[in-house]
C-alpha cells in the first residue's frame, strides 16, 4: 500500500469516527428533549385534569423513534467496506 493510500485511509476512518461522535452526540440532545418534553406533557396533564393519560400517546410513539434512533447510532453502525460497495455496485440493474 502506498503512502498515498495510507493518508486516504486515515482520513476515511478520522471522517468515519467524526460522523459517528455527531451522531451520538445527536441522540443525547434527542434522549434529552424527550425526557424534558414529556416531563413537561405530564406536569400539564396533571394540572389540567390526571383524567385520562394522554401523554402516554406522545411517551409511546416518540419512544420507538427514540428507540430506533438508539439502534441506529449504538447497533448498526457498521463501516462500508470495499467489498460492500462491489456488492452494491454487482447489484445495481443495468439501464
Do not use: C
Not at 502506498?2 to 459517528?20: C, E, F, L, S, Y
Not at 409511546?60 to 460492500?84: F, K, T
Amino acid at each position: 500500500m502506498t503512502r498515498g493510500g495510507i493518508v486516504m485511509n486515515d482520513q476515511k476512518g478520522r471522517a468515519a469516527a467524526i460522523g459517528r461522535i455527531k451522531a451520538k452526540r445527536e441522540f443525547v440532545l434527542h434522549a434529552m428533549t424527550y425526557v424534558v418534553v414529556n416531563i413537561a406533557l405530564v406536569i400539564v396533564w396533571a394540572l389540567a385534569s390526571a383524567g385520562y393519560f394522554w401523554p402516554g400517546w406522545v411517551i409511546a410513539g416518540w419512544g420507538i423513534g427514540l428507540a430506533s434512533h438508539a439502534v441506529n447510532v449504538y447497533v448498526l453502525p457498521r463501516p462500508i467496506s470495499e467489498e460492500s460497495i462491489r456488492d452494491e455496485m454487482r447489484n445495481q440493474p443495468r439501464h
